[in-house]
């Protein structure tokens, strides 16, 4: 007896993922969702010269006034508005030749403004009282929804659903029965759909294509299913 318990301690100690080895089912998943976008971004830029750094500030002050004053009116919340940045840049005279020093001319400021516009049908205003307002290099960012994170819950749901029929039916085939889940991972955040590393369910966030167009936004998530197999 001590013979046999000594035998089978051996070949624990040898061949341990022989007698601990689980058996998996790795399968990819997708899921997409839609939905019409409730808001829409748009980026404008405030630009002011002057020979002085006072004249300059004075200049910008007087056209941000102007400017956040056209998009209260078009009904824009100041909480919309941001102030994404703003550029002083100094002008130099290099017309004196002969070896000389170049000239201080002035100075330029550029100011960049993220604006969210979120009744759709004041966009076409909004971008009319911005250009009026001394506005240039006016650009519509894109479109977006305010339940996004619906949405990507929703294509996440979908992209497990697929992959457990996959794995379901892969199980049968393997005269077995499907398990529980041993990891979920996002294709996308290592760059390929086939293969990828490892994230938690409840951390996963999938990978997210938001549309440029005013007519849909679109999220769709991949991800990579672990499943054991009893």
């Known amino acids: 007896m001590q013979l046999r318990s000594f035998i089978l301690l051996v070949m624990l100690a040898l061949c ?3 007698v601990f080895a689980q058996r998996t089912i790795t399968v990819m998943g997708g899921g997409h969702a839609d939905a019409k976008p409730d808001y829409a971004t748009v980026t404008m830029m405030l630009s002011a010269q002057d020979i002085t750094a006072q004249g300059v500030f004075d200049k910008t002050s007087e056209n941000t006034t102007r400017l956040l004053k056209s998009f209260a009116d078009a009904g824009i919340a100041a909480s919309d508005i941001e102030q994404q940045g703003v550029a002083l840049n100094p002008s130099y005279d290099y017309s004196g030749g002969g070896g000389a020093p170049p000239r201080l001319a ?19 205003k909004v971008i009319d009282l911005g250009t009026l ?3 240039s290099n006016v650009a ?7 339940n996004s994170d619906q949405l990507e819950e929703s294509a996440t749901k979908k992209a497990l659903g697929e992959a457990r029929e996959k794995a379901e039916r892969l199980a049968e085939q393997m005269g077995g029965k499907l398990g529980e889940i041993l990891s979920i991972t996002d294709a996308e955040a290592t760059g390929g759909a086939n293969m990828s590393g ?6 996963h966030r999938g990978m ?14 991949e991800l990579k299913v672990t499943f054991s197999i009893k």
């Open 198 to 203: 490892g994230r938690e369910e409840e951390e």
């Open 106 to 124: 002035g100075y330029h400021v550029m100011s960049t403004y993220i604006i969210k516009v979120r009744n759709l049908k004041q966009l076409p």
């Open 133 to 135: 307002a001394g506005a």
């Open 208 to 221: 997210i294509v938001a549309g440029s167009n005013s007519q849909k936004i679109s999220k769709s998530v």
């Open 140 to 146: 519509l960012s894109g479109y977006g929804a305010a």
């Open 16 to 18: 341990p993922t022989l």
